[in-house]
């Protein structure tokens, strides 16, 4: 089992960056893919990007790609989600999600931290 906790949300300009953190507790982080999502008010939740087990391998959606980059620490068991270029769009609650699988479908997940809000202004 693991547990996970978001950070590094906040409010930036249009333009801006941010860098969430996704920190997790147990000796078997390093077994787990991990995945970034997001919500906004009265949507579903959406793939941002995922990560493999050993980092080696990663996907971001298309909304994202060229702005995002997902990456992971095994030994501070903390994946990194770095936001670029921020847009108006990009406002949403963060996800961080663990599973076993190499998977951009939500539901797939067994793990989920609680999220991180994040707002960009125009």
């Known amino acids: 089992q693991v547990q996970l906790v978001e950070s590094g949300g906040g409010l930036v300009q249009a333009g801006g960056s941010l860098r969430l953190s996704c920190a997790a507790s147990?000796?078997?982080?390093?077994?787990?893919?991990i995945g970034w999502f997001r919500q906004a008010p009265g949507k579903e939740r959406d793939f941002v990007a995922v990560i493999n087990i050993s980092g080696s391998s990663t996907w971001h959606a298309d909304s994202v790609k060229g702005r995002f980059t997902i990456s992971r620490d095994n030994a501070r068991n903390t994946v990194y989600l770095q936001m670029n270029s921020l847009k108006p769009e990009d406002t949403a609650v963060y996800y961080c999600?663990?599973?076993?699988?190499?998977?951009?479908?939500?539901?797939?997940?067994?793990?989920w931290g609680q999220g991180t809000q994040v707002t960009v202004s125009s």
């Open positions: 999600a663990a599973d076993t699988l190499f998977t951009v479908t939500a539901h797939n997940y067994d793990y």
């Open positions: 147990g000796r078997t982080f390093s077994r787990y893919a």
